[in-house]
T-cell receptor, first 113, second 113 residues
Framework: AQSVTQPDIHITVSEGASLELRCNYS??????LFWYVQSPGQGLQLLLK??????LVQGIKGFEAEFKRSQSSFNLRKPSVHWSDAAEYFC???????????FGAGTILRVKS | DVKVTQSSRYLVKRTGEKVFLECVQD?????MFWYRQDPGLGLRLIYF???????EKGDIPEGYSVSREKKERFSLILESASTNQTSMYLC????????????FGNGTRLTVT
């Protein structure tokens, strides 16, 4: 069965510090991987996605993620966090049609000044 | 910009009531989705629709039904609301095929008392 694990429920980082959010997945076929962000009171917005090719993908707002097949991971990174990055982040895996995504439980990011 | 509008931001209903959650999208997307979001569980797919009058069960369809009579509108129905259906409900849409993202509404927080 497909699943996504985000090991960290909460993460707190200082503004300007680097960030890495972890995501591990279990999927029986070629995985298509996504990171979404949810700001308070809002719906989810796509940050980036990986379908094939270069395993380091760039997204919006300065985020990037690296696909590591051997580790079944798709970790999200940002070199310097801004206070506006405080939100909840969701990793998701699915098939290419994107219709039955499985989401992780989410990681809440807090940014301290 | 794609806009997905959920008719209510907050709803309070009593146990046993029939509840309708409405969602409208303005970008002519073929596919529409209803997710339930609970803390620690992430998003779970209830139902999705890939065309008018077409629907497919997601991971947690029990206790829910859906209706799609027009392309732009997708309704989630709780036939007899129960307290364990208290949750945040998110509607999303996406274009059929390709690698387009899910576009989410801002959610409806339903409380069943």
């Amino acid at each position: 069965a497909q699943s996504v694990t985000q090991p960290d429920i909460h993460i707190t980082v200082s503004e300007g510090a680097s960030l890495e959010l972890r995501c591990n997945y279990s999927y029986g076929a070629t995985p298509y991987l996504f990171w979404y962000v949810q700001s308070p009171g809002q719906g989810l917005q796509l940050l980036l996605k990986y379908f094939s090719g270069d395993t380091l993908v760039q997204g919006i707002k300065g985020f990037e993620a690296e696909f590591k097949r051997s580790q079944s991971s798709f970790n999200l990174r940002k070199p310097s966090v801004h206070w506006s990055d405080a939100a909840e982040y969701f990793c998701a895996v699915g098939a290419q049609d994107g219709n039955k995504l499985v989401f992780g439980a989410g990681t809440i990011l807090r940014v301290k000044s | 910009d794609v806009k997905v509008t959920q008719s209510s931001r907050y709803l309070v209903k009593r146990t046993g009531e029939k509840v309708f959650l409405e969602c409208v999208q303005d970008m002519d997307h073929e596919n529409m989705f209803w997710y339930r979001q609970d803390p620690g569980l992430g998003l779970r797919l209830i139902y999705f629709s890939y065309d008018v009058k077409m629907k497919e069960k997601g991971d947690i369809p029990e206790g829910y039904s859906v209706s799609r009579e027009k392309k732009e509108r997708f309704s989630l129905i709780l036939e007899s609301a129960s307290t364990n259906q208290t949750s945040m409900y998110l509607c999303a849409s996406r274009i059929r095929g390709g690698t387009g993202p899910l576009h989410f509404g801002n959610g409806t927080r339903l409380t069943v008392t």
